[in-house]
């Protein structure tokens, strides 16, 4: 039975996906080598730091007010003159999802600005169809005029 199994999967091999192929000497189940990852592979790499990796970096004027305004130090005299790069990476996290959050507070207000002349308009009974029809109307008076 088994070798009907294997000439209908040399016949088809190129149809079956890779990991359902069978290989020599394997039995007829689902490779799982993808799936389990080799503890020899991450005790290979440590998690400390890489050897390229610079101790001490000496941060910029922009760096100095990043880390100002993350919050990391109060005031630029209590900043040393080396810092981490791990200290900067933090701060400049801090500062994108500041940022972010000012982006969406401006979002919303700008939403409700627009919600607002919206309703005014609409008291006013304007609205961007009848600005439109008035501006085509003036356009054709002027190319009547135009033409003598």
């Known amino acids: ?13 190129r149809n079956i996906p890779s990991i359902l192929r069978m290989t020599k000497g ?14 020899e592979e991450s005790q ?11 101790p001490g970096h000496k941060p910029t004027d922009w760096e100095k007010r ?11 005299e209590d900043i ?5 790069i791990e200290t900067i990476r933090a701060a400049k996290t801090t500062l994108r999802v500041k940022f972010s959050y000012v982006m969406i507070a401006l979002t919303i207000l700008g939403c409700i600005v ?11 009974h304007e609205s961007l169809t009848s600005i439109n029809l008035e501006k085509k109307a003036q356009w054709r008076e002027e190319a009547t005029s135009a033409k003598p």
């Open 1 to 13: 039975m088994w070798g009907r199994a294997d000439r209908a999967v040399k016949l088809l091999g």
């Open 114 to 124: 627009m919600v607002i002349k919206g309703k005014q308009a609409v008291k006013r």
């Open 26 to 39: 394997m039995d007829l189940k689902i490779s799982r080598r993808l799936c389990i990852k080799p503890q």
């Open 44 to 54: 290979l790499q440590p998690r400390s730091r890489t050897p390229l990796r610079v």
């Open 66 to 76: 990043f880390l100002l305004w993350a919050g990391h130090f109060k005031k630029p």
């Open 80 to 84: 040393p003159e080396t810092v981490s």
